[in-house]
């Protein structure tokens, strides 16, 4: 059984720029969550996706939009990159909605410049 | 708006200590409080977790102690080790985590000395 993987694991974008990040939930899993959690602070919810639908929203502007694939894979996709969007990013995947459990991934260390 | 309050924000302890960490929340509606532990260069973990019609849950060395009445709940570590070196999260949220909406607070990064 594999964990949940995502790529890349870190990256450098200058400011306007637009970043694509991914990951793979752990088998068997059907709802993705995706973080973002900035040096030295706690995670912070951006957006949540169950069957291929976007099932909740934190507080992130339009900017910051997702995917999930049929394979419940999923994408966070970040346009218009500003200063304040250099964290990690964290994915998560529950078995399926009702279950408290996430299963987070390493992360992907975004810098913006 | 912060919504769960943790504190320390560090802590250090001896081998064999009890380190305990402590969180508050504002919102009634919260109805599922776990704790996460983050080791550096990983995501963070789930520990253990508790639901608010229970005061107390042991899992192992790890212990919730939970107070609806105040809105506070925290975490003690029995016969702490090194290698419990890490930051531990609380978190809260609605609906049991339906969807995924965990309300972190902002870590307790402990250092268990030899």
């Known amino acids: 059984e594999t964990g949940v993987t995502q790529s890349p694991t870190h990256l450098i974008k200058t400011r306007g720029q637009q970043v694509t990040l991914r990951c793979s939930s752990q088998?068997?899993?059907?709802?993705v969550s995706w973080y973002q959690q900035a040096l030295g602070q706690g995670p912070q919810f951006i957006f949540q996706?169950?069957?291929?639908?976007?099932?909740g929203r934190g507080n992130f502007p339009p900017r910051f939009s997702g995917l999930q694939f049929p394979n419940y894979s999923s994408e966070l996709n970040v346009n218009a990159l500003e200063l304040d969007d250099s964290a990690l990013y964290l994915c998560a995947s529950s078995l399926t909605l009702n279950t408290g459990e996430l299963f987070f991934g390493e992360g992907s260390r975004l810098t913006v410049l | 708006q912060q919504q769960v309050k943790q504190s320390p924000q560090s802590l250090i302890v001896q081998k064999g200590g009890i380190p305990i960490i402590n969180c508050a929340y504002e919102n009634t509606a919260f109805d599922y409080f776990p704790w996460y532990q983050q080791f550096p260069g990983k995501g963070p973990a789930l520990l253990i977790a508790?639901?608010?019609?229970?005061s107390e849950k042991k899992e192992g060395r790890f212990t919730i102690s939970f107070n609806k009445s105040a809105k506070q709940f925290s975490l003690h570590i029995m016969d702490s080790q090194p290698g419990d070196s890490a930051t531990y999260f609380c978190a809260a949220t609605v609906g049991g985590g339906s969807q995924g909406n965990l309300i972190f607070g902002k870590g307790t990064k402990l250092s268990v000395k030899p």
């Open positions: 996706y169950y069957r291929e639908e976007e099932n």
């Open positions: 508790i639901r608010p019609d229970v």
């Open positions: 088998s068997g899993h059907n709802t």
